[in-house]
């Protein structure tokens, strides 16, 4: 029996009568996006559409790349002990929701966690795929972890400045895509589009029906039940005024496959995951949190992240490999809610 996830609220917006799917991809953050809406086609064109997709990527990779320099975020990672910053509102939106998981999570989720990411070879440069890459000693870790302290940065919100304590690497590659994916999905409503899914990466967020009155529907690809053997049930989930994300080594998702390469660090050790959970997927009204906390909990591990989920009333599903190879799945009290 496949299982299906439906949201517990209806949006307001009627479905278009006669109404076209369209579509739209393009590259963006080292990964691709695809837009699509339900419209008529004289209403909104595509090329304005492409336009407003476009900007809003723009606008928050020049914020909060980390790979582009002379970001936002580049800048402030680069500046001298001491410095403060006037950080734009997309990037203090994020920084404050990623400073609150990290307190949440007891630091397992670190938006601070730059300098680990890079030694590890998950940044810019160099990377874990370059030929001679060796993994860091145990000295160069704890060189690194000394400078990914959250709590140091000093955040005085109504200025919405930032005070950079010295050595200290922002990284928001587990929260901007979700983020993107929020600015894209409002950017489009805005412009008179209540019928989209848009999809940064993997994360997605849906609103409004497609043509014939049906939701976004998306499947989590279902993890093979044991190495070799075909895939078990699948989730689908009706993506309609909801996001979903997921992390893991394991690649849940969607409709571009592939396999990922595990590149979560737990801050708390300096040291990247290992704790057997192949994938963690989140659903949330906003995909900035989806994303997140789809990090959170994988760092987190499979029993600390179903108490920190349930306390915090988060719909996840864990996806534990177990030492037999086998794939059992978890689902938190508020994702069975969504079960039907
Ligand atoms: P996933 O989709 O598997 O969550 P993301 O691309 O969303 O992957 O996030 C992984 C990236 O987040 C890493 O490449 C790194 O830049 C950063 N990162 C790694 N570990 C952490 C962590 N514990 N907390 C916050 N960000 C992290
Ligand atoms: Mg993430």
Not at 60 to 74: A, C, H, N, R, Y
Not at 156 to 181: N, T
Not at 262 to 286: F, K
Request: with cysteine; net charge negative.
């Amino acid at each position: 029996m496949n299982r299906v996830l439906v949201p517990l609220a209806m949006e307001a917006a009627a479905p278009l009568l006669g109404a076209q799917v369209h579509s739209l991809e393009g590259q963006t953050m080292g990964t691709t996006w695809q837009v699509r809406w339900a419209g008529h086609t004289m209403a909104v064109t595509a090329a304005r559409v492409r336009a407003a997709v476009q900007d809003a990527l723009d606008l928050v990779v020049g914020q909060m790349s980390t790979w582009l320099p002379g970001s936002d975020l580049d800048r402030f990672n680069r500046a001298p002990a001491g410095s403060v910053h006037t950080v734009p509102e997309a990037m203090a939106e994020v920084l404050q929701a990623a400073c609150a998981l990290a307190e949440w999570s007891g630091g397992a989720f670190n938006p601070a966690a730059g300098a680990l990411v890079n030694l590890w070879g998950f940044g810019p440069s160099p990377r874990y795929t370059d030929a001679g890459f060796e993994p860091p000693s145990d000295a160069a870790v704890r060189r690194a972890w000394a400078h990914t302290d959250w709590r140091a940065l000093r955040w005085d919100a109504m200025h919405r400045q930032l005070r950079q304590p010295g050595g200290v690497l922002l990284d928001f590659s587990a929260i901007a895509k979700g983020y993107a994916v929020d600015l894209v999905s409002r950017r489009l409503s805005a412009m008179g589009l209540p019928h989209t899914l848009v999809e940064v990466g993997g994360e997605l967020r849906g609103h409004g029906v497609r043509s014939g009155g049906q939701p976004w529907w998306v499947d989590l690809e279902a993890p093979p039940l044991a190495p070799g053997q075909p895939a078990g049930p699948a989730t689908r989930v009706a993506l309609h005024g909801l996001s979903v994300a997921t992390s893991g080594d394991y690649r849940r998702v969607f409709e571009h496959g592939g396999v990922r390469r595990p590149h979560t660090i737990d801050p708390r050790t300096g040291q990247p995951l290992a704790n057997g959970l192949a994938s963690v997927s989140v659903l949330h009204t906003e995909c900035l949190w989806a994303d997140a906390w789809s990090t959170a909990l994988c760092v987190l591990g499979q029993e600390e992240g179903m108490t920190l989920a349930t306390a915090h009333g988060i719909a996840a599903l864990f996806v534990q490999r177990e030492r037999d190879g086998q794939l059992t799945e978890t689902l938190t009290s508020a994702m069975q809610e969504l079960a039907e």
